[in-house]
């Protein structure tokens, strides 16, 4: 699997500060919101499922949805929720972009959301631009859609190759392929699927799509032969892209709801961007008096704000947004380096 370790130990506030002094001797406006946003993801969704009196000392395993949504999402969440059972669901980013409120409605059901590319091609016939559009894209707009940039991607016809690895990197995802592979896609009986489920082990990942009646109706059998056995549905972990326990809520997200998250939303929308940067604005709703936590991922750094107060954390990585007086939407700008994800944003009343 790959490993995603961040290379840390480097002064990020003095970069930031350096950052921001040339780009202000470069001449870049850093005071003036330019955004004409169009699209926009509500930010912040607490679509938690309280864990069932589950024995899970044998450990996690990990049920993956691919290909979605589709017509039968909302049969299968049923069945999901129904059944106490989480999973990771790799969407395209087309089916995503038709039915944004499927995608939704997966994370409100508690299910992780993640990254399956646009179109489904065979991604390695394609140049690396091809490839990192693909994947780019339905990043985008699944964050659009649920706030959260995914952090799992799983290449169509579980094909990879160097370029396609690269690419992941770049965007900072971790590719997953399975242990298991159910065969629904290829004609698999409702029981052949509910019997290869039961080979499952600690940490395993099963392949299954989204569109399927035979799958949906394997899962009442799956959930009792998973509990028969003291095993539990899980998360895949970013770090290993194994299934381990659940740490957080839906969206792909493996941190936590911040605490004592009050009502409020904060939409996060793209505006201007440049080979090296790109300026995202923030627009909260539900309070006036509201603080809202941006994360941006490593090595990324915000250069510039306006209209907010920011402070930061040690890493540089946070950045903690409270209203400045120019009202309920703010700024800034983000020097990529080379990794274009928006970063994760949550709002709580002060
Ligand atoms: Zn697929």
């Known amino acids: 699997m790959t490993e995603h370790a961040p290379l840390r130990g480097r002064p990020a506030r003095t970069l930031r500060r350096l950052a921001l002094a040339a780009a202000l001797m470069a001449g870049l ?18 679509g938690h499922q309280p864990a069932a009196a589950a024995d899970c000392s044998a450990g996690y395993v990990g049920l993956t949805f691919d290909d979605g949504p589709t017509g039968q999402t909302a049969a299968l969440l049923s069945a999901l929720q129904q059944n106490g059972l989480r999973a990771t669901m790799f969407n395209t980013g087309q089916n995503a972009q038709n039915n944004p409120s499927l995608v939704n409605a997966q994370k409100s059901a508690g ?48 094909e990879t190759n160097s370029t396609v690895r690269a690419v992941e990197q770049q965007l900072g995802l971790t590719e997953v392929l399975w242990d298991v592979d159910s065969q629904d ?28 009646s035979t799958t949906i109706a394997a899962v009442p059998q799956i959930a009792a032969n998973l509990a028969s056995r003291n095993l ?5 972990s970013a770090a290993t892209g194994r299934a381990v326990a659940p740490t957080g809520g839906g969206g792909g997200d493996d941190d936590p709801p911040p605490p004592g998250g ?13 080979s090296d940067r790109f300026n995202l604005s923030v627009g909260v709703s539900g309070t006036n008096d509201w603080i809202v936590t941006v994360t941006v991922q490593y090595p990324q750094e ?48 002060a």
Do not use: K
């Open 29 to 46: 406006t850093v005071g003036a919101a330019a955004t004409g946003a169009t699209a926009s993801a509500t930010a912040l969704q607490t």
């Open 111 to 158: 299910m992780w959301i993640a990254n399956h590319s646009w179109s489904h091609p065979h991604l390695t016939q394609m140049p690396q631009s091809q490839v990192l559009s693909e994947l780019q894209r339905t990043q985008q707009t699944l964050q659009q859609i649920t706030g959260t940039a995914p952090r799992l991607f799983r290449p169509p016809y579980g």
């Open 185 to 212: 896609w290829n004609g698999a009986s409702t029981a052949q699927i509910v019997q290869r489920a039961g080979s499952l082990q600690n940490g395993q990942v099963i392949l299954m799509h989204d569109g399927y």
């Open 232 to 236: 539990c549905a899980g998360m895949i």
């Open 262 to 274: 009050g009502s409020c939303t904060a939409q996060i929308s793209p505006g201007q961007q440049w």
């Open 302 to 349: 915000i250069i510039a704000t306006w209209n907010g107060s920011p402070t930061w954390d040690s890493s540089g990585n946070v950045m903690t947004m409270r209203p400045n007086g120019a009202g309920n939407s703010f700024g800034f700008t983000i020097m990529h380096h080379g990794n274009w994800n928006w970063p994760s944003v949550s709002c709580r009343t």
